[in-house]
Nanobody, 116 residues
Framework: QVQLVESGGGLVQAGGSLRLSCAASGRTFSTYLMYWFRQPPGKEREFVAAISWSGGSTSYADSVKGRFTISRDNAKKMVYLQMNSLKAEDTAVYYC?????????WGQGTQVTVSS
């Protein structure tokens, strides 16, 4: 069983930055594919970013490319999402997801609100 806890959300002005963190449990964290998703108000959950088990490969949604950076620290069992140049449309609940052996595990989410 994998447990994920997100933190770092909050209220920020447009153009500002936030860093989200996701703390994971599990003895084999370094084998998990890790993702960030988000769910804007009234919309479906959407992919934001992904990172390979080693951190050597990342991918991003077009809407955040060049502004957001996903990273991980396997020794600390942590995944991060650095968000820069935030826009009002980045307002959402942000979720961390771990994928292992075809099973998905989700955190409870953290709210990010960007004021324009």
């Amino acid at each position: 069983q994998v447990q994920l806890v997100e933190s770092g959300g909050g209220l920020v002005q447009a153009g500002g930055s936030l860093r989200l963190s996701c703390a994971a449990s599990g003895r084999t964290f370094s084998t998990y594919l890790m993702y960030w998703f988000r769910q804007p108000p009234g919309k479906e959950r959407e992919f934001v970013a992904a990172i390979s088990w080693s951190g050597g490969s990342t991918s991003y949604a077009d809407s955040v490319k060049g502004r957001f950076t996903i990273s991980r620290d396997n020794a600390k069992k942590m995944v991060y999402l650095q968000m820069n140049s935030l826009k009002a449309e980045d307002t959402a609940v942000y979720y961390c997801k771990a994928q292992q052996g075809g099973t998905d595990y989700w955190g409870q989410g953290t709210q990010v609100t960007v004021s324009s």
